[in-house]
């Protein structure tokens, strides 16, 4: 038998039942999320989870708007069901594939992950998930594919903030294959042993733990193998700030502000700030990734 995500339930977690309690109140307002069983990952940190009122009220999701506030007010009225997404390009099996027939077969964890977004504040997210290496390979990755391109979904009558102009839709991602493969890439389909939340990208979103989480693409739709390096949308909108790779190194500025600490979330008003570790922590597993490569340059 299965054990149950309460049966795995990690030492940080339960340490941290108030938080968690004041968290699913928040869920609670929203509709009834299915709780998922997953077994805990040797690639979880150790660090304590944000609550899951952290995680889900303060985002990022220009698709609902540009404020933190906005994804959690406005997403509720995203349809995640059905849901598909197109595996295309480089693959020996391309098409249109049901969400069920995405995550079939492919073992779901809880990684308890760093998360660091390019503005300079950071949480630990409990995500459930599965690698994205597994999914490719069951699809079958040609010898000429060196990218993976992803897409969100287009889709303005449910998200009104594509009736702005200011990103060039749908919201766009890539990443190297090799980066792709990697152990700790994965596809997210929950958090707090629930279903993603929708501001979080229900049904399906990309987590890449050592990058900025402007990388972590959101409510996927499509996923490209391909052999040029993909356009992605913050590039598209400020190359001079947002690079392909967007790795998380505290020596390589953003143009408008340092990038050497941050801001860890849920602290409170008068909590520290703390330094960013190279990789977002991550060196051991990454560094080797980008041996050769001046990260000034390829930032
Ligand atoms: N994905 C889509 N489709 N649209 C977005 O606006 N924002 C990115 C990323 N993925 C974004 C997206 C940014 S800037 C961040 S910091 C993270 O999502 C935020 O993820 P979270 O809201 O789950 O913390």
């Given at each position: 038998m299965p054990l149950k995500w309460s049966d795995v339930t990690p030492k940080p977690l339960s340490l941290n039942r108030r938080q968690l309690i004041a968290g699913a109140a928040t869920l609670l307002a929203s509709p009834a999320l299915a709780r998922i069983e997953a077994a805990p990952s040797k690639y979880s940190t150790d660090a304590e989870p944000n609550s899951l009122e952290d995680i889900s009220t303060y985002n990022n999701f220009y698709e609902f708007g540009t404020g933190k506030g906005d994804p959690a007010a406005y997403?509720?009225?995203?349809?995640?069901?059905p849901w598909s997404v197109v595996i295309d390009g480089l693959v020996d099996k391309p098409g249109t594939y049901d969400l069920a027939d995405v995550v079939k077969g492919q073992p779901l964890e809880e990684r308890i992950y760093r998360f660091r977004c390019v503005e300079a504040w950071s949480m630990v997210v409990p995500w459930i998930g599965f690698q994205l290496s597994g999914l490719l390979e069951r699809v079958g990755v040609q010898p000429g594919a060196t990218f993976v391109a992803f897409e969100t979904l287009l889709r303005p009558e449910e998200m009104p903030g594509q009736a702005s102009p200011f990103i060039d839709w749908p919201y766009r991602e890539g990443l190297r294959l090799d980066e792709a493969m990697h152990p700790l890439t994965i596809l997210a389909t929950g958090l707090y042993g629930e279903e993603m939340p929708k501001q979080n990208g229900a049904p399906i979103r990309l987590v890449?733990?050592?990058?900025?989480?402007?990388?972590?693409?959101?409510?996927?739709v499509r996923i490209s193998l391909v052999d040029k390096m993909p356009l992605t949308t913050w590039n598209m909108l400020q190359p001079q700030e947002y690079?392909?790779?967007?790795?998380?190194?505290?020596?390589?500025?953003h143009p408008r502000w340092s990038q050497a600490s941050e801001r860890p979330l849920g602290?409170?008003?008068?909590a520290g700030r703390q330094d960013t570790l190279m990789f977002n922590g991550y060196e051991a597993e990454v560094a080797s990734m980008y041996a050769g490569q001046d990260l000034a340059v390829d930032y």
């Open positions: 997403a509720g009225g995203l349809t995640v069901d890449v733990p050592w990058k900025y989480g402007f990388k972590s693409i959101k409510s996927i690079g392909f790779y967007s790795n998380v190194n505290p020596k390589v500025d602290g409170g008003l008068f």
